[in-house]
């Protein structure tokens, strides 16, 4: 969500996304200026009535690390005038007929009016936006719904005019120079999808609120006059619109930019396919360990329109296009870290081309050089995350993002990974429906079930009580979909990927065999794919829940196999516990499991100190009876 905003002349245009803050200066030749101490992926931008002052609200950095902050910066010098506290409420600076002002939009659906003083801002008054509001129009719902946090909003035009998305209702109306002067002209309860990307416009006294429906990709628009009439626009897009008193800018495909007239519905197309191309250096081929993975297609850029002035900035973010005059500006961006750049926006791109089916889109929200090395600290961004199974999933598939790729390219590398925004909740045991409708997802976007393999293998330790008590509200899945699940996770480990168009309904039915066990551990050597590292974690404790003392076959021959070639350093152990577990809660398996364990360390010539150590370990813990291998009883 980068943002790009005019200056109340014209004469100027403000991006800010995750590489910084530009300015270009729209004259008869246009001037760029940049800095890469402020950036504002997911923030708040906005800029007083003279265009001598922005707010901007994201990440500053000007030593070896970046914060999160709220800072003003100089216009048009780009030079960084305060930093303040930064919390998670939006702001803006306006100008009323008392001077700048900074807005808050408060939890309390409450404007406050702040005044800004030697670097720091003293609260004036406060508009409570419901109490004030003239009118109360009709609820509205909008696109795909979903329940989660909502993220609210707000837009403030430079000569005060404000639309604000509280928790309660979107508002409209004018912050004045005294509060005898603030009008609230109305609210309107709205309901969307949690994940839903809303944006907000001012035109004048016509309020614009922007619903995105990723998955479908439209974008619903309600232009709300300020005596309540309400319009309502449906348009394709890929993007959030821009727009102005004349026409909608909007995005249908990768390709193309539309400009809507809102008074006749004519069209003015703009084809932008020859500004996709990333102009860095493509990755090197170390950065893809398994094999170069699938480049975007759905490349959606960035909006800004404001009479002539018609301007595109494309999905890499590397430079901005003037429509009008089919010219490209580059923002002066550091040259050499463009490969890795690139390396970080495919991904990013690329991820939310399968997350948009679940209605989640993410974005790269850190990106902070250290001033002497070429390493970079990074984060990523997630909007409020669904409750349910399709959150859980896409919530782990964003944690597990550095895992997949090697972050580094170019001699530039990643240092950290931060994560920001919203997150998934424990939402009890997902139906057979929720578990068939996210293993479709998963064929469609070819995701097999380890991948996320952290955030399951987590749960399942929660659920058995390892290593504290038994909390059977964590399992993610009723006993239908468990078995499903298993069964897809060692089919696709089977098959180096998925083997089937659609969910057998056998599945559900038929034995897990040893066979199929024995199947995945003779297809080790040829996984070409991504393999998860928790994968051990999640299929040993899937096992020991699912097919309980009918599963120690298998667990004991992934056991046995971990000890000649574990897949990750930490296979056996993972098997030992779930080995534990099961002979913990079936005794008279005990001494067949004895049996084995000592059949490994007689073998002994171990390649590492570690496998006779969890040899050991689990030999302890079944001998004794243990839960687990955390368990002192």
Request: negative net charge; contains cysteine.
């Amino acid at each position: 969500m980068t943002h790009a905003i005019f200056s109340s002349d014209g004469s100027a245009l403000l991006l800010a996304d995750v590489f910084g803050l530009t300015r270009f200066a729209l004259g008869k030749a246009v001037k760029v200026k940049h800095t890469a101490k402020v950036s504002s992926a997911v923030g708040d931008l906005s800029m007083n009535a003279s265009a001598t002052l922005a707010l901007v609200r994201g990440r500053v950095q000007t030593g070896a690390y970046g914060s999160t902050a709220l800072v003003t910066v100089g216009l048009p010098a780009l030079g960084l005038r305060e930093k303040l506290a930064a919390d998670h409420d939006p702001r803006a600076i306006t100008t009323t007929d008392a001077g700048d002002r900074v807005v808050t939009l408060a939890s309390s659906d409450a404007l406050i009016l702040y005044t800004l003083q030697g670097g720091a801002l003293y609260e004036e008054r406060k508009v409570d936006l419901a109490a004030k509001s003239a009118r109360s129009l009709d609820a509205k719902t909008v696109g795909p719904q979903a329940e989660g946090h909502l993220l609210n909003a707000l837009y403030v035009a430079p000569d005060g005019h404000f639309v604000a998305r509280g928790y309660k209702a979107v508002y409209a109306g004018r912050v004045g120079g005294d509060d005898a002067h603030d009008e609230v002209w109305w609210s309107l309860p709205l309901s969307v999808h949690c994940s839903a990307e809303v944006t907000l416009a001012m035109e004048g006294t016509t309020a614009w609120i922007f619903v995105r429906d990723a998955a479908a990709e439209l974008v619903y628009a309600l232009a709300v006059e300020r005596d309540g009439t309400v319009r309502e626009i449906t348009r394709p897009s890929l993007s959030a619109p821009a727009v102005d008193g004349a026409v909608m800018l909007t995005q249908p495909d990768s390709h193309t930019v539309v400009a809507w007239s809102l008074s006749d519905g004519s069209e003015q197309r703009y084809e932008v396919a020859a500004w996709n191309a990333h102009p860095a250096e493509e990755p090197e081929k170390k950065a893809y360990p398994r094999g170069v993975p699938p480049m975007p297609t759905r490349l959606p850029g960035v909006l800004a329109v404001r009479g002539a002035q018609r301007w595109f900035v494309p999905w890499h973010r590397e430079f901005a296009v003037d429509l009008a005059r089919s010219a490209s500006h580059p923002r002066g961006l550091d040259a050499a870290a463009g490969p890795f750049r690139r390396l970080l926006m495919e991904r990013f791109t690329q991820l939310n081309e399968s997350l948009r089916a679940l209605h989640i889109e993410v974005c790269l929200s850190a990106f902070e050089r250290h001033p002497k090395e070429p390493r970079v600290s990074l984060s990523g961004w997630k909007p409020p995350i669904p409750k349910g199974l399709a959150g859980r999933v896409a919530d782990a598939l964003v944690q597990d993002l550095y895992n997949r790729v090697e972050l580094h390219t170019h001699g530039h590398r990643w240092s950290s990974f931060g994560s920001e925004g919203g997150f998934s909740q424990e939402s009890g045991p997902a139906s057979l429906d929720e578990v068939r409708a996210v293993l479709a997802w998963m064929i469609a976007h070819d995701v097999i079930p380890t991948d996320v393999a952290r955030m399951l293998g987590s749960a399942y330790d929660n659920g058995l009580g390892i290593p504290s008590a038994p909390r059977p509200d964590a399992f993610p899945f009723e006993a239908e979909g468990e078995r499903l699940v298993l069964r897809a996770a060692l089919e696709t480990l089977a098959a180096n990927g998925w083997a089937v168009t659609s969910i057998p309904d056998s599945w559900r039915t038929e034995p897990i065999t040893l066979d199929l066990a024995r199947a995945v551990i003779s297809r080790r050597e040829a996984f070409t794919r991504y393999l998860n590292r928790d994968a051990s974690h999640m299929l040993s404790k899937m096992i020991a829940r699912h097919l309980d003392a009918e599963g120690m076959p298998l667990l004991l021959a992934f056991f046995e196999s971990a000890v000649a070639a574990p897949l990750a350093s930490d296979d056996l152990r993972r098997f030992g516990e779930a080995i534990a577990w099961v002979a913990h809660h079936h005794p008279e398996l005990r001494d067949e499991v004895l049996a084995r364990v000592d059949a490994c360390l007689a073998r002994g010539g171990f390649g590492q100190h570690s496998i006779r150590y969890d040899l050991e370990l689990t030999r302890e813990r079944v001998a004794r009876g243990a839960k687990h291998f955390w368990s002192n009883a």
